[in-house]
């Protein structure tokens, strides 16, 4: 199956630091989404990354993709408490609907 | 607002209950999908619906069926519970537009205790 890999599975960081998220996957994509999900709670859709794009911002958020590696990272920038959640990539390829999520980087930002 | 609602955001059950979990969007979304959440596995799909009446198993089908009877609910059965599916169950939707630019949206999950 096309599982992405997310790295590092557990990340703890500063408030005002960048938190950096990598995620791998193993098949041709059409998209790359970021989604995060606090804990016990559903997931929330951050950004989205077409095949043909190589970077994309959205506020504190920056996400890059290189298909020629099949790998996407995810920048926070300036990291705020309200930042902790995990983080997963989901990449959606092959001319299939279904939408394939990593296992997720636990982010924790300390005040 | 686009919206993807489930019945419950918690329930217990008995092991051998039949149990019925309800998703319903609002956003005409022909497809929609049903994930199941453990830790340390991440996401796993469980089934999905490209339209009604139709449905397609995912990785891990298993112990469980669907069912798609109006374009906006999608159900998710499990015939016979066992505490194997102790889960967060989230259910989403996606519209099938143009390629490339499908968002998928999630409910907030149901978290299923089958004791």
């Known amino acids: 199956s096309q599982q992405g890999e997310e790295d590092p599975q557990a990340l703890s960081i500063q408030e005002g630091e960048n938190a950096t998220m990598n995620c791998s996957y193993k098949?041709?994509?059409?998209?790359l989404q970021w989604y995060r999900q606090n804990s016990g709670r559903g997931l929330v859709h951050l950004i989205l990354?077409?095949?043909?794009?190589r970077e994309k911002h959205s506020g504190r958020l920056r996400v890059t993709l290189d298909t020629s590696k099949k790998s996407s990272s995810l920048l926070i920038t300036a990291s705020r408490a309200a930042d902790t959640a995990s983080y997963f990539c989901?990449?959606?390829?092959?001319?299939?609907?279904?939408?394939?999520f990593g296992k997720g980087t636990k982010l924790t930002v300390n005040p | 607002d686009v919206k993807v609602t489930q019945s419950s955001r918690y329930l217990v059950k008995r092991t051998g209950e039949k149990v019925f979990l309800e998703c319903v969007q609002d956003?005409?979304?022909?497809?929609m999908f049903w994930y199941r959440q453990d830790p340390g596995l991440g996401l796993r799909l469980i089934y999905f619906?490209?339209?009604?009446?139709?449905?397609e198993k995912g990785d891990i089908p298993e112990g469980y069926s669907v069912s798609r009877e109006k374009k906006e609910r999608f159900s998710l059965i499990l015939e016979s519970a066992s505490t194997n599916q102790t889960s967060m169950y989230l259910c989403?939707?996606?519209?099938?537009?143009?390629?490339?630019?499908?968002?998928?949206?999630f409910g907030p999950g149901t978290r299923l205790t089958v004791l």
């Open positions: 989901a990449s959606r390829g092959g001319g299939s609907e279904k939408l394939v």
């Open positions: 098949t041709s994509i059409n998209n």
């Open positions: 990354i077409r095949s043909n794009e």
């Open positions: 956003m005409d979304h022909e497809n």
């Open positions: 619906s490209y339209d009604v009446k139709m449905k």
């Open positions: 989403a939707s996606i519209t099938a537009g143009p390629r490339g630019y499908n968002e998928q949206f």
